[in-house]
């Protein structure tokens, strides 16, 4: 996850895009997450706002929902239910930025 945002900022950066993009973790597929998983997540959020970017979590399964409410996470990330909740979130962006934004997702 972590070489993938950081090759595709790279990617941009090397292509002098000044375009900001928005990246979508969907977490469906992850039954558990160690403290190695969340520094990943940490680490991918820090690049991506970096490079003026977004980062979202989606469809946390239950026992990665928990970690992230124990540790304070859900207060770092927004957090949607899953995939079609941030694709209404971002269609209804008052500000319009999220719209116009590249979408990424992983």
């Given at each position: 996850l972590l070489q993938r945002v950081e090759s595709y900022f790279s990617a941009n950066q090397l292509m002098n895009r000044e375009q900001d993009v928005t990246v979508l973790v969907d977490l469906q597929n992850v039954a558990f997450l160690d403290s190695k998983g969340l520094g990943a997540l940490l680490s991918a959020l820090k690049i991506a706002s970096a490079h003026n970017g977004k980062l979202f979590l989606c469809s946390l399964q239950e026992s990665v929902r928990l970690l992230c409410e124990i540790t304070k996470?859900?207060?770092?990330?927004?957090?949607f239910e899953d995939c079609e909740s941030f694709s209404q979130y971002s269609a209804n962006m008052l500000e319009g930025d999220l719209r116009d934004r590249p979408l990424i997702t992983l």
């Amino acid at each position: 996850l972590l070489q993938r945002v950081e090759s595709y900022f790279s990617a941009n950066q090397l292509m002098n895009r000044e375009q900001d993009v928005t990246v979508l973790v969907d977490l469906q597929n992850v039954a558990f997450l160690d403290s190695k998983g969340l520094g990943a997540l940490l680490s991918a959020l820090k690049i991506a706002s970096a490079h003026n970017g977004k980062l979202f979590l989606c469809s946390l399964q239950e026992s990665v929902r928990l970690l992230c409410e124990i540790t304070k996470m859900d207060r770092v990330f927004t957090i949607f239910e899953d995939c079609e909740s941030f694709s209404q979130y971002s269609a209804n962006m008052l500000e319009g930025d999220l719209r116009d934004r590249p979408l990424i997702t992983l």
